[in-house]
């Protein structure tokens, strides 16, 4: 049978926010949650398909997925099942957060036994064609939260250790009893970390990590697109009391080039060619992307616009030892600053080729023009 359409599961627009999808799924939860339809298994599978909606919508890159390949980002090793095994365990503790969190002293916290996870983080680097073309090696500086050296990121100051929370007896997480709910939340004492420092690390002030500016080595590989985006696993910001740090993304945007402008593996390239080389044919010398040069032969009566096709002679592909084509596109220049011995041979040149059908496009637009007129009386 096939999957339902998460957002019609939900009864959301596809451009729905954060706030939106919340309270739909809260509002659904709430209906069809098992302890509010004891036995009515229809009841159970709604929450767990509800549930399995909300998992992936709520989540930025789970929802892009989706919106991208629907349900098969999710299957055969595509990303894992978000919500297939959803269960009314851990998970089930984390949607009650989700929808109780605001009134019930916080959201849930990081990992038991240890601090929030760190931060993702984004950098927006710019890079040349070239650069794009032949890939390349870069450092970039990313002002970020890292581990404190001080103390190695437990919070603790030196010669001392975090203790299990009092609270929570170091589970990170207390429950409460609400109705006929049973909410599991995070502890408010240690925030989900299930230990606490007595004795705070003085550089972090007790977070394990401090801020300061790092620098990483980014490598381009060739062929790279306007938009791609890089990860750098574990150099986001470092997670608190040594909790796992995040990740950085840097998104790629190239830069506009003089000479060349790029559709996808292939270039294009304007070239004037003179009026004369255009009508009596010869060759024109161009540039390529990777630093050479080609020779294009152009054939007489070479028209405005016709293009002239290198192969093998555009952008690299990423990830393949293939490259796309270039395009020549001729753009015939009309002569100006003109001599009087010259503007003398143009008007011989029109005289002697006034009976001769020298100028075909014209003639033809000319012809057609007669016939539009004669159509209209004229």
């Known amino acids: 049978m096939a999957k339902q359409d998460f957002y019609g599961l939900l009864g959301v627009p596809k451009d729905a926010g954060a706030e939106d999808l919340k ?10 949650h098992p302890d509010r339809n004891p036995g009515d298994k229809e009841a159970e599978h709604k929450f767990k398909e509800i549930s399995e909606a909300y998992d992936v919508l709520k989540d930025d890159q789970k929802r892009a997925a989706y919106d991208r390949f629907g349900h098969a980002a999710f299957e055969n090793g595509g990303g894992g099942r978000p919500g297939g095994d959803f269960g009314f365990g851990a998970g089930f503790a984390d949607i009650f957060d989700e929808m109780f969190g605001d ?21 927006n680097l710019e890079i040349t064609l070239e650069e794009a073309f ?31 929370c009092p609270t929570c007896q170091g589970n990170g997480r207390v429950r409460a009893q609400q109705g006929f709910f049973t909410i599991e939340r995070t ?27 790092k620098a990483l080595s980014v490598n381009i590989p060739s062929g790279v697109e306007d938009g791609t985006r890089i990860r750098l696993a574990g150099e986001g910001e470092a997670g608190m009391r040594g909790a796992q740090p995040g990740d950085l993304y840097i998104f790629l945007s190239v830069k506009p080039h003089r000479l060349f402008q790029r559709d996808g593996a292939n270039i294009h390239c304007r070239v004037p060619i003179s009026m004369p080389t255009a009508a009596l044919g010869g060759q024109v010398e ?6 050479n040069r080609a020779k294009v032969n152009i054939p007489a009566g070479t028209q405005p616009g016709h293009q002239f096709r290198l192969k093998g002679k555009g952008m690299t592909v990423l990830r393949s030892p293939a490259r796309g084509d270039m395009f020549i596109e001729a753009t015939v220049e009309t002569p100006v600053n003109l001599t009087k011995r010259q503007q003398e041979l143009l008007r011989e040149f029109e005289r002697e080729g006034a009976n001769q059908k020298t100028s075909p496009e014209s003639e033809g637009f000319f012809a057609k023009v007669k016939e539009f007129f004669g159509d209209h009386g004229n």
Do not use: W
């Open 187 to 213: 502890c408010p004492s240690c925030h989900g970390a299930g230990r606490v420092i007595e004795n705070p690390c003085k550089p972090c002030g007790g977070q394990g990590r401090v801020r300061r500016e």
């Open 103 to 123: 009134f019930m002293g916080g959201r849930r916290g990081g990992q038991q036994g240890g601090g929030a996870r760190g931060s993702d983080l984004r950098y």
């Open 286 to 291: 161009v540039p390529t992307i990777d630093g």
């Open 134 to 164: 032949k890939g390349s090696q870069t450092t970039v500086r990313v002002p970020s939260l890292t581990l404190c050296e001080a103390c190695s990121g437990s919070g603790a100051h030196a010669g001392s250790k975090p203790v299990n």
């Open 23 to 32: 309270k739909a799924y809260r509002k659904q939860a709430m209906q069809y």
